[in-house]
């Protein structure tokens, strides 16, 4: 489902677009969210939720789910760990949305197919401090943390993460699962595949494409084209492993 970044920051009970353009109906259901994964991105994501709820009365925060045994039964940050998968098969699973806050794609990527199976729906958190394009759209399931940036007809796909102060400039699309680590800045027309890893602080120059699974390291400047999983790393960067 695609989400215009417009509709994100419609101010409390502005309602639900339904039908044809421009119809409003009035939206009465409260969305009971659950974070899945309650290490150092789930709490992030946790203030990010915080944050939205703070201007929005249809979303309440009722804890994480984490694997880890020895989490469960925590407070952590404020909100109980409520166990593992299996505390959904006692609740009415219609009236939870979910959100993957893990920071590794491929166990992202794990645990949002896994959701999908039990029939859980996913919500976006969307940082009221990042600064979305009207013309940006995002996927569900999406991270948008604080200060960063997506400019117009940027796309972010299925369960993406836009960390703090990372920039996607017009025209960029980043496949499902892809990792934008905190200060990542992409220029304008960059193609990101699924599932890329982009590290602390590197950069993407205009109209460069990246292949599926790709690591970039921390501090690279990315000037050509890289290719399917692979890690390339420095400035320029170039690759120095490809993945098995
Ligand atoms: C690129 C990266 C994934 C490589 O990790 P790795 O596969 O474990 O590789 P290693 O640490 O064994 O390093 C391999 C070589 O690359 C070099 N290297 C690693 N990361 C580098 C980087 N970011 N820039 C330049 N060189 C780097 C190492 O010095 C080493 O060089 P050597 O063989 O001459 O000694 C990792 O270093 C990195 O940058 N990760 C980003 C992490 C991040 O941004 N996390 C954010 C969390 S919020």
Redesign the pocket.
């Known amino acids: 489902m695609l989400i215009f970044a417009a509709q994100l920051h419609q101010p409390p009970h502005a309602g639900c677009p339904r039908g044809d353009p421009g119809q409003v109906v009035p939206c009465n259901f409260m969305k009971r969210v659950t974070i899945i994964g309650a290490g150092?991105?789930g709490r992030e994501v946790a203030d990010i939720l915080r944050h939205q709820a703070q201007q929005s009365t249809d979303l309440a925060i009722v804890g994480f789910i984490d694997e880890d045994p020895s989490r469960r039964h925590q407070v952590i940050n404020g909100l109980p760990v409520l166990g593992d998968w299996s505390w959904f098969e006692g609740v009415d699973r219609s009236e939870i949305a979910v959100v993957c806050a893990v920071?590794l794609p491929q166990t992202r990527k794990r645990l949002a197919e896994y959701a999908k199976t039990i029939g859980l729906s996913f919500i976006s958190a969307i940082s009221p401090l990042a600064n979305l394009s009207p013309y940006a759209k995002t996927a569900e399931g999406v991270m948008m943390f604080p200060h960063s940036f997506a400019g117009p007809d940027s796309f972010v796909g299925d369960h993406g993460i836009v960390?703090v102060g990372a920039t996607i400039s017009h025209d960029t699309k980043i496949g499902s699962y892809g990792t934008l680590?905190?200060g990542v800045h992409l220029a304008g027309n960059v193609i990101i595949g699924e599932g890329c890893?982009?590290?602390?602080?590197?950069s993407i120059i205009h109209g460069i494409s990246i292949g599926s699974w790709t690591?970039?390291?921390?501090?690279?400047v990315v000037v050509r084209d890289l290719p399917d999983h692979v890690?390339a790393?420095?400035v320029p960067a170039k690759v120095?492993?490809t993945k098995e």
């Open positions: 150092g991105h920071g960390n680590n905190p890893y982009l590290g602390v602080g590197s690591t970039v390291g921390a501090g690279a890690t790393v420095g120095i492993t």
